[in-house]
Nanobody
């Protein structure tokens, strides 16, 4: 079992920055990969950024250049640094982890609202 707890969301103005954190616990040695997803009202959940245990990252075009995912193994925490935020970034952001048995785990999400 893996537990994920997100934090760091909030209200920010256009062009501002936020850093989301995802603290993970449980069977942490089996986790690979991890990622951040988001879901806006009426839309499907989409990948924002992913990271492997060796540090290899994946940033889709929608987040490339503005968002950066990182992993601190000493703190069992995955971060998502978001810069130059836009109104279309408004969504609930979820942390995801996949175990060695390919089981997927989700956090409860953290709301990010970008106001214009």
């Amino acid at each position: 079992q893996v537990q994920l707890v997100e934090s760091g969301g909030g209200l920010v103005q256009v062009g501002g920055s936020l850093r989301l954190s995802c603290a993970f616990s449980g069977a942490v040695s089996s986790i690979n990969p991890m990622g951040w997803y988001r879901q806006a009202p009426g839309k499907q959940r989409e990948l924002v950024a992913g990271i492997l245990s060796d540090g290899t990252t994946n940033h889709p075009d929608s987040s490339k250049g503005r968002f950066t995912i990182s992993l601190d193994k000493s703190k069992n925490t995955v971060y998502l640094q978001m810069n130059n935020l836009k109104p279309e970034d408004t969504a609930v952001y979820y942390c995801n982890a996949v175990s060695a048995s390919r089981a997927g785990y989700w956090g409860r999400g953290t709301q990010v609202t970008v106001s214009s």
